[in-house]
């Protein structure tokens, strides 16, 4: 056995599909168990690329779940076309099933949500969090194109307004892969995505009271860690999207890269090895 087992695990959903997720086990030689940490991936990244953020926590004494939504990395049966899944049907039928298997295997053990990006939206979208005892959001805003940070928002208008509508009914999903724009997305995902970002108030813009008021459901203590030099959050998403948590006590955190001796952090890369510094500073006060 490796030093930090890591065991993959199908999941069946409630909605009849499997995704799949795994667990980072503790070392004998580390620090007691201090609970669990859930990372919720960001948009088409696939849970392989937090690994090296997810062997660092167990080094800090956590067990570690990490897991795809339906038609990203792991979870993909058949080729992502035939995905039926968007965005609310990973918080409905996805997270449930990633949350039902650490309730299972790590009974009265406190449950700590990591969600980067979107995998902080399923916070609000969720139709329960009462099993998580503290979040920590990661680079978390809304998707609202003309608040997008600068080097987002000089594409996402044609992401949006052109490239998207011009691919997806076509193909049946979104060819990120080939155009070389974030990964292949399942076509509920992208199109869903899309009608949210070309609202004010993204989701809760197009989607209405029921996800306001879904949203303020919520009473999850959340540790808000945003980064200056987010390419694609500004701080204006990012507190709106905080905004609609309006019951959970928050803390933000805003952090440069000069804060952690880098040039650049941007919106994806912070769970790689070389930001050991950005765990130790920030992440290991917020996880108490």
């Known amino acids: 056995m490796s030093q930090h087992e890591i065991t993959q695990h199908p999941l069946t959903t409630a909605a009849g599909h499997t995704i799949v997720a795994r667990s980072f086990s503790v070392a004998a030689t580390e620090p007691a168990n201090k609970g669990v940490c859930v990372i919720a991936p960001a948009t088409g990244v696939a849970q392989y690329l937090y690994d090296d953020f997810a062997v660092w926590l167990t080094q800090q004494g956590y067990q570690v779940v990490t897991f795809d939504y339906d038609g990203i990395g792991l979870s993909v049966d058949r080729h992502v076309k035939y995905s039926r899944s968007d965005k609310l049907s990973w918080a409905k039928y996805d997270c449930p099933a990633v949350l039902d ?101 993204y989701a809760i813009g197009y989607e209405g009271d029921w996800l306001r008021q879904r949203f303020a459901a919520v009473t999850t203590p959340i540790t808000a860690l945003a980064f200056t030099d987010d390419d694609m959050m500004s701080m204006k998403n990012v507190k709106m999207l905080h905004s609609f948590f309006c019951n959970a006590p928050q803390q933000l955190v805003t952090i440069s890269p000069a804060d952690v001796n880098q040039k650049r952090i941007g919106h994806i890369g912070w769970h790689k090895k070389r930001y050991q510094q950005l765990w130790q500073q920030y992440f290991l006060p917020a996880l108490g």
């Open 101 to 201: 298997f650490v309730k299972q295997h790590y009974p009265q053990q406190p449950i700590t949500w990591i969600g980067h990006s979107v995998g902080a939206h399923m916070l609000g979208f969720m139709d329960d969090t009462s099993a998580i005892d503290h979040a920590i959001t990661v680079g978390a805003g809304t998707g609202t194109w003309w608040y997008n940070a600068a080097p987002t928002k000089r594409v996402a208008w044609f992401l949006w307004y052109f490239l998207v509508p011009a691919t997806v009914p076509l193909l049946g999903y979104f060819p990120g892969d080939k155009l070389k724009i974030m990964c292949n997305l399942p076509k509920g995902v992208i199109m869903q995505w899309r009608r949210w970002c070309l609202k004010k108030e």
